[in-house]
Each structure stands twice: as C-alpha cells, then as structure tokens.
T-cell receptor, first 118, second 114 residues
C-alpha cells in the first residue's frame, strides 16, 4: 500500500522568498511520485514527476523536487516565489500492487495552500 | 486539445435527486477514474476503469455508480444525492496502467447538495 503525508496545510511566504512544500511517502514498492498544482476553481495541473533515474526532478514554472529514499521524502521547492504561485499543491503517489501493476490511480496528500505576500 | 472534459462545471441538487456527471476524453486512454476533493482531505478515489466494460471501486464508492460503455466516456451517477456528497469531483485518465504515465485531470465539477 502507498500513502502520502503533506506537512503543513498552509504555507505563507513573501514574494521572492524560497518556497518549500513538504511531502513524505510510504510505499511497499518503489514509489512513483507526483506534484500537482490547483489554481482557484480550476483543475489539477502536473508540475513534475519522479519515476526512476535522476532524483532531482525539474518541473514547470521553476519548481523542482528531490526524491530522497533514505528520508522517504519528495519535497517541492522554488528559489523565488512569485505572486502567481499562490495555489494549492498536492503530492501524490501512483498506486501499485506488489507486482508493480498500476491501474492509473493516485493516492493524494491532504494538500498545501501556498499564500504569497507582496 | 480537449483532453479530459467534464460537465457540468457547477450544479446544485436537492437531497434525494439524481444526476450524472459526464466525463469524456479524446486521447484514447484506457484508464479513467473519478475522485472527489474535500477540504483538508486531498482527492480520494471513488471508482476507476481499466477499459470499456470494466470498472471497480475505489476508496469512497458508496452512493455512486459508474459504467464504461465506450473508451471515451466514463459517467458518474449519483442515484439519491445526500448533503455529504457536496464536493468537487474530478475525472482523470491515463494512457495505460504504466506507472510512468501522466494522469490527466479534467477541470472539475462543483456539486452542492442542499
């Protein structure tokens, strides 16, 4: 079974400051991890994903995340926040059985609302 | 590029009414699913389908029915709406079950049951 925990339901930063959104996972099989962003009254947009290979993953809008197996973490960062980054962010893990078979399903964290102050 | 299309975007229902949320994708994806989003709970899987004619339950299936008669469409039916079903509903699709595949989401359907 796989699960995801996002630490902090609300994060507030000043424009230009570092953004750090925390995500920890639990998985009995090698995890495939995703970050999605949701702007108000809109759907989910994929920011980035980790499958295999390089543990530092770069995504859209200047975001990146690092997969750390020893810490079971996949934290999302951006060096300099912009007002347009204000949104809700979701970490998710692709659900798979012991044999690695997936059915196109995701298990999500609780979400983190990012507020950016001028 | 239509992607995943959901209708309606907003709906208000009275308790006990029935309705169907429509979902269609034009990417020839095999896998489709429905999630509901509630504050502080992220998204939770309601039902999913791995191909036409094949559906299965997710984490929170009670009160919802689905069918998959075509590859493109995956409607979600509420047979007798309850206030607890007030939520935002998202349809999603992916090309296959390969875990590397991106899962695409629709724009969401905001449902209020009064």
């Amino acid at each position: 079974a796989q699960s995801v925990t996002q630490l902090g339901s609300h994060v507030s930063v000043s424009e230009g400051a570092l953004v750090l959104l925390r995500c920890n996972y639990s998985s009995s099989v090698p995890p495939y991890l995703f970050w999605y962003v949701q702007y108000p009254n809109q759907g989910l947009q994929l920011l980035l994903k980790y499958t295999t290979g390089a543990t530092l993953v770069k995504g859209i809008n200047g975001f990146e995340a690092e997969f750390k197996k020893s810490e079971t973490s996949f934290h999302l960062t951006k060096p300099s926040a912009h007002m347009s980054d204000a949104a809700e962010y979701f970490c998710a893990v692709n659900v798979a059985n012991a044999g690695g078979t997936s059915y196109g399903k995701l298990t999500f964290g609780q979400g983190t609302i990012l507020t950016v102050h001028p | 590029n239509a992607g995943v299309t959901q209708t309606p975007k907003f709906q208000v229902l009275k308790t006990g009414q029935s309705m169907t949320l429509q979902c269609a994708q034009d990417m020839n994806h095999e896998y489709m699913s429905w999630y509901r989003q509630d504050p502080g709970m992220g998204l939770r899987l309601i039902h999913y389908s791995v191909g036409a004619g094949i559906t299965d339950q997710g984490e929170v299936p009670n009160g919802y029915n689905v069918s998959r008669s075509t590859t493109e469409d995956f409607p979600l039916r509420l047979l007798s709406a309850a206030p607890s079903q007030t939520s935002v509903y998202f349809c999603a699709s992916s090309r296959t079950g390969d875990r590397k595949n991106t899962i695409y989401f629709g724009e969401g359907s905001w449902l209020t049951v009064v």
